[in-house]
């Protein structure tokens, strides 16, 4: 699948691309800011995925206003889930992300989507889920 952000040419991304360590706006494309996704595995362990939260302009404004002050613990963002995360193929699912800790980015928490709220709620094989990540994280 193509990334509309490495789609970007090279001699552009200055240009159009906004971002910082958790929050990104590329012109033409979109606003994003990271989060966290856990996935409970058996005999209680868990996998957090790292994605990028597709979220409207004015939210990642107001993650941008949030972020470092007092409110932050308070952050709620709704969005689409803007990377593929596998086995499941999230790409492009509804997540709500709410912040668990003010030291970290917000984590996925909650979805209208049924297999996303799966996968968030229910609890997973070791092996389904760690053969379909690629080789060198394994």
Not at 121 to 126: A, N, Y
Request: aromatic letters at 8%; charged letters at 20%; zero cysteines.
């Amino acid at each position: 699948m193509p990334d509309p952000v490495l789609d970007v040419p090279q001699e552009e991304r200055e240009a159009r691309i906004w971002q910082n360590d958790v929050m990104m706006e590329v012109q033409d494309t979109g606003a994003f800011v990271r989060a966290l996704l856990p996935v409970h595995l058996t005999e209680g362990h868990t996998l957090t995925f790292g994605l990028w939260l597709g979220v409207s302009p004015q939210d990642l404004r107001r993650a941008y206003h949030d972020w470092w002050s007092p409110s932050y613990p308070s952050l709620v963002l709704d969005g689409l889930i803007a990377n593929d995360v596998q086995p499941w193929g999230l790409l492009g699912r509804p997540v709500r992300a709410v912040v668990r800790n003010p030291d970290e980015t917000p984590y996925a928490d909650s979805s209208a989507d049924a297999e996303t709220q799966t996968v968030l709620s229910d609890e997973w094989p070791h092996e389904m889920v760690l053969s379909a990540l690629p080789e060198y994280l394994r």
